[in-house]
T-cell receptor, first 114, second 110 residues
Framework: NAGVTQTPKFQVLKTGQSMTLQCAQD?????MSWYRQDPGMGLRLIHY???????DQGEVPNGYNVSRSTTEDFPLRLLSAAPSQTSVYFC?????????????FGPGTRLTVL | SQQGEEDPQALSIQEGENATMNCSYK?????LQWYRQNSGRGLVHLIL?????REKHSGRLRVTLDTSKKSSSLLITASRAADTASYFC??????????FGKGTRLSVIA
């Protein structure tokens, strides 16, 4: 299993540009989520999904869109990038049901918005 | 808002010493998890303790949970330079998203 994969690893954007951060998992996990990590702020939840066709907002959703058309993929879209979105973005997945909720993380995408 | 709060924010110890990190949280939980993050990498799950458990061991890791005080501690015994990383606690309630703290940065000096 590849686990959780993210592309690209690094990206530089100009203010106002749009882009999509890709996330895929091959563990058949129902639950997927996106976090951003800023220095001194820990991980903050952007959006999450409990299954194909279902998404919900997390703590910091403004400026980001998501969709979940398949179980495997959960792309994060920045419609009009702003310098405040400079951050490291992590995608994660886990099983939805059951008592064990270990979350698996991708390697991250480091985004810089100029 | 973040539920888990780790303490201390940073910790520096000598190789071979024990490292203790604490986590406090605010609401009822199903379980509490600890994760490690090496610099520039994603988080890796270390250990999970359920709300009806008080202590759990995994190799050199020992986790305790006190639900009455809404706190947990992570002990790493006989630390090694390779343990240098940031450590995060995360709380789980039902199927709601995991909520992470801000982390403790551990430096183990050889």
């Amino acid at each position: 299993n590849a686990g959780v994969t993210q592309t690209p690893k690094f990206q530089v954007l100009k203010t106002g540009q749009s882009m999509t951060l890709q996330c895929a998992q091959d563990m058949n996990h129902e639950y997927m989520s996106w976090y951003r990590q800023d220095p001194g702020m820990g991980l903050r939840l952007i959006h999450y999904s409990v299954g194909a066709g279902i998404t919900d907002q997390g703590e910091v959703p403004n400026g980001y869109n998501v969709s979940r058309s398949t179980t495997e993929d959960f792309p994060l879209r920045l419609l009009s990038a702003a310098p405040s979105q400079t951050s490291v973005y992590f995608c994660a997945s886990r099983e939805l049901a059951g008592r064990y909720n270990e979350q698996f993380f991708g390697p991250g995408t480091r985004l810089t918005v100029l | 808002s973040q539920q888990g709060e780790e303490d201390p924010q940073a910790l520096s110890i000598q190789e071979g010493e024990n490292a203790t990190m604490n986590c406090s949280y605010k609401t009822s939980i199903n379980n509490l998890q600890w994760y490690r993050q090496n610099s520039g990498r994603g988080l890796v799950h270390l250990i999970l303790i359920r709300s009806n458990e008080r202590e759990k061991h995994s190799g050199r890791l020992r986790v305790t949970l006190d639900t009455s005080k809404k706190s947990s501690s992570l002990l790493i015994t006989a630390s090694r330079a390779a343990d240098t990383a940031s450590y995060f606690c995360a709380t789980a309630s039902g199927n709601t998203p995991l909520v992470f703290g801000k982390g403790t940065r551990l430096s183990v000096i050889a």
